[in-house]
């Protein structure tokens, strides 16, 4: 449930990249996710700013 919530607010774009990465951190460290999922959404994370470097 944390991974979906998490991932519809990157997607969206409302949130503070180093706040986020501090929760996934925790999220991982708690095992309410998974390295896979954390990967994941790392990711999603690192492409927004490429969209923004490219502006």
Do not use: F, S, W
Not at 15 to 30: P, T
């Amino acid at each position: 449930m944390i991974y979906t919530l998490t991932k519809n607010l990157i997607l969206t774009g409302n949130y503070n990249k180093e706040q986020m990465l501090e929760k996934l951190d925790l999220y991982l460290l708690a095992n309410r996710i998974t390295a896979e999922q954390y990967i994941e959404l790392v990711e999603l994370i690192n492409k927004d700013d490429e969209k923004v470097d490219e502006i």
